[in-house]
């Protein structure tokens, strides 16, 4: 199965600040099959990204993603106040569809 | 709207088992695919298990082969989790998730449902 890394672990940030999350897979993804998803403490995670750089419905343009074969990224331009949160890459190109360890992003 | 709710979550001994559902609303439940992720407490996300539109297709997890059985009643709207031979390790809140394509585990999960906890202890 394909491992997704992501790094760093806990990002220390401050509103308005730029956020850049790391995730890289053990092998190539298929199709750039990739999935940017954010979760609050105490909800269920929410789809920000698929196919690697297409936001979902109702994500502001703040949210970018990109990167294909093994390394992607997501950015968030100018973090608001709701955009702290931990983030989750996940490969769907590949049986069995995989999730990366996540990244914290924090309030500095 | 989309909207998924989880349910049949709670403690259960090792060695029991434990069936969960999710009713869906807000689509066209038999056109999509459904998935199963779960997170133990302070843990990130792993696959469960899919399903494909009609049923016919199914895959699971390494982790959950032959005790985990995912299956949905088109009728009702619903997605079932059925967990046999629980241990510890299953600890975690379970997530029904719509995936945007009919057939097989190659989708974005675009919509989830709350959650419901499984505790697996003695």
């Known amino acids: 199965e394909i491992v997704l890394t992501q790094s760093p672990g806990t990002l220390s940030l401050s509103p308005g600040e730029r956020a850049t999350v790391s995730c890289r897979a053990s092998?190539?993804?298929?199709?750039?099959?990739l999935a940017w998803y954010q979760q609050k403490p105490g909800q269920a995670p929410r789809l920000l990204i698929s196919?690697?750089?297409s936001r979902a419905t109702g994500i502001p343009d703040s949210f970018s993603g990109s990167g294909s074969g093994t390394d992607f990224t997501l950015t968030i331009s100018r973090l608001e106040p709701e955009d702290f949160a931990v983030y989750y890459c996940q490969q769907y190109g590949s049986s069995p569809p995989t999730f990366g360890g996540g990244t914290k992003v924090e309030i500095k | 709207q989309v909207q998924l709710v989880e349910s049949g979550g709670g403690v259960v001994q090792p060695g029991r088992s434990l069936r969960l559902s999710c009713v869906a609303s807000?689509?066209?439940?038999?056109?999509?695919?459904m998935h199963w992720v779960r997170q133990a407490p302070g843990k990130g996300l792993q696959w469960v298990a899919v399903i494909s539109y009609d049923g016919s297709n199914k895959y699971n997890a390494d982790s959950v082969k032959g005790r985990f059985t995912i299956s949905r009643d088109n009728s009702k709207n619903t997605l079932y989790l059925q967990m046999n031979s629980l241990s510890p390790e299953d600890t975690a809140v379970y997530y029904c998730a719509k995936a945007t394509y009919a057939v097989g585990t190659n989708s974005e999960l675009d919509y989830w449902g709350q959650g419901t906890l499984v505790t697996v202890s003695s």
């Open positions: 807000g689509f066209t439940f038999s056109s999509y695919g």
């Open positions: 196919g690697a750089s």
């Open positions: 092998q190539s993804v298929t199709s750039s099959s």
